[in-house]
């Protein structure tokens, strides 16, 4: 389709608008196979700082299927987990509130009730820029100013209002600019090799460079805090245009569980059945194995199809 050059603007605009919405509107013709990679990183890896003990031979079965599928699959999104080493959910942000010298150790749960009572407390020197990171709510003390331990206890609140977490202090990962922030090198080189085999470009998605707030879904942060953090509408948009959507990565217990829980939730009026989850290409963090479970019960309740590489292709293609 080619739009003459010498037509007045508002036919060019109007035409404009027009392909691109039959370029990429999810239509009954589309036949899009898209892999989504959730957090593939090195962090989540044995030697990283969060290892999932299963992850490479995961990762080792998701080489296979892209180095076997190169021309089936159209797209590859990958998401990155993205941190600073003062996040909400690392140690360093946090103080004993007693001697406010000692931080938490990582998998310490933090209550909003240990909020409230100063169990534990935010740091106090924590350098923010407001108009930026915190938008959509705020937390302030009896003079209307800016109150980082008001902020704390107003998070933990809308966190655990949710029902779904209180606030887990991890192990710091993911770190940005770190070795552990980078794609596992096996998956890394099928990436490239596809990328060079098809002609795309691998699409990157970051997630979690918020100090206030927690990212386990790659589409909106557990509590939104701005614009940034809220749900991404573009990247929903995005992964609608594919026909046949294929979920992979770490972990199953957390940043695969949520942001497929938001995908299948925002899925308009068409089959679940065109979204696969790879259920021999992610593993749950240590000691979260029922949350695991949990998700896949409900996926396929909800009409996902469960799948292992071997058998992904001849069910979506």
Not at 46 to 64: F, H, M, Q
Not at 136 to 162: H, M, P, S, V, W
Not at 185 to 201: C, F, H, K, N, P
Request: with cysteine.
């Amino acid at each position: 389709f080619t739009v003459p050059r010498n037509l007045p603007n508002r036919i060019l605009s109007y035409c404009s608008i027009t392909y691109s919405v039959v370029l990429f509107f999810p239509g009954r013709n589309n036949t899009m196979t898209t892999l989504l990679l959730i957090d593939v990183q090195k962090d989540f890896h044995p030697g990283g700082s969060l290892a999932i003990p299963k992850a490479d031979e995961d990762a080792t079965r998701l080489v296979e299927l892209i180095q076997a599928n190169q021309g089936s699959i159209d797209r590859i999104v990958v998401t990155m987990d993205s941190h600073h080493k003062l996040h909400i959910a690392h140690p360093c942000f946090w103080l004993d509130g007693k001697t406010k010298k000692t931080h938490p150790s990582p998998f310490t749960i933090i209550s909003n009730e240990d909020v409230v009572n100063k169990k534990w407390v935010p740091r106090s020197n924590l350098s923010l820029s407001l108009e930026k990171d915190l938008t959509l709510f705020t937390a302030t003390n009896d003079d209307g100013i800016f109150d980082l331990y008001e902020y704390a206890k107003e998070y933990t609140r809308r966190l655990e209002e949710k029902g779904t977490f209180q606030l887990c202090i991890w192990p710091e990962h993911c770190l940005i600019g770190t070795d552990g922030h980078a794609i596992v090198d096996d998956v890394r080189q099928a990436l490239d090799d596809w990328s060079v085999a098809t002609g795309g470009s691998v699409e990157f998605v970051t997630k979690g460079q918020n100090l206030l707030t927690e990212s386990y879904s790659a589409l909106a942060a557990e509590v939104p805090v701005n614009e940034e953090t809220s749900f991404n509408e573009a990247v929903m948009e995005s992964l609608l245009k594919s026909k046949n959507l294929m979920v992979a990565g770490q972990a199953m217990s957390h940043c695969v569980n949520y942001t497929l829980r938001d995908i299948v939730e925002h899925w308009p009026q068409r089959p679940r059945g065109e979204i696969t989850l790879l259920i021999d290409c992610a593993s749950a963090v240590p000691g979260f194995e029922a949350a695991a479970e949990q998700f896949q019960k409900d996926m396929e309740a909800a009409g996902v199809v469960l799948s292992s590489i071997s058998e992904a292709f001849p069910i979506c293609c």
